[in-house]
């Protein structure tokens, strides 16, 4: 059961409308932000290893159900977190889109059973996503943690990592952790209806109101 939540926002860009979104998600249990501010190093890609682990360690240290991860340039939702909560996966996804040249949802095709390919996104291909919203809650592989509900035992197994000390010929951590969770066969879906705004650098606004999926 999930009751006590510590929302999570490692901060690069912390946008306004991040801020007043968190102040503003509806739940009913003791609810806690942490708004981190430590980059430490000056390099992106290690800045963002760095953030994640110290956010899980002080996760860890506390008495928390689960960890809703919600990054400070996405603007979730007010009712986000009792619909991921209902969702009552190991990981619960809300739906944010990727900046890209083409529309791209963070939400990944999961392909049956325990496939080696971890899937694309959901507007990958014609009809997937407008599929998906139908359906409501769907199954994924990940990915991206800009928007995603995390219980207690995933976070006491799984921890953040990179293949390569240095940063440089590495993805983001939260790529490992994806690709750990799925490899670990934890529950991973997706809530459809958790449709999040995701602001680029220059202040534009990626919404979902704009996509043809």
């Not at 992106?44 to 008495?63: C, N, W």
């Not at 919600?70 to 969702?87: F, G, M, N, Q």
């Not at 791209?104 to 959901?122: D, H, I, K, T, W």
Request: with cysteine; hydrophobic share 45%; charged share 25%.
């Amino acid at each position: 059961m999930i009751r006590d939540v510590l929302v999570f926002t490692p901060v690069l860009r912390l946008e306004a409308e991040t801020v007043k979104a968190l102040f503003a998600l509806e739940w009913d249990g003791p609810l806690s932000v942490l708004f981190q501010r430590d980059n430490p190093i000056g390099h992106p890609k290690l800045d963002h290893f760095h953030q994640y682990r110290r956010g899980r360690e002080t996760f860890l240290a506390g008495s928390y159900d689960a960890m809703l991860v919600v990054e400070s340039d996405i603007v979730p939702p007010p009712e986000t977190l009792k619909r991921l909560v209902a969702v009552d996966a190991d990981v619960a996804y809300g739906c944010y889109l990727f900046r890209s040249v083409r529309p791209v949802v963070n939400v990944f095709e999961r392909y049956p059973g325990q496939a080696r390919n971890m899937g694309e996104s959901l507007m990958a291909e014609p009809g997937l996503w407008k599929a998906a919203c139908r359906q409501g809650i769907v199954e994924c592989s990940g990915a991206g943690l800009g928007c995603v509900l995390i219980k207690r035992h995933v976070l006491e197994a799984v921890g953040f990592r990179l293949d390569d000390p240095t940063g440089v010929a590495t993805a983001h951590c939260d790529t490992f952790w994806t690709m750990d969770v799925y490899q670990a066969g934890y529950s991973m879906l997706a809530d459809t209806g958790v449709l999040c705004e995701h602001i680029d650098v220059d202040g534009s606004v990626m919404k979902f109101q704009v996509v043809d999926g």
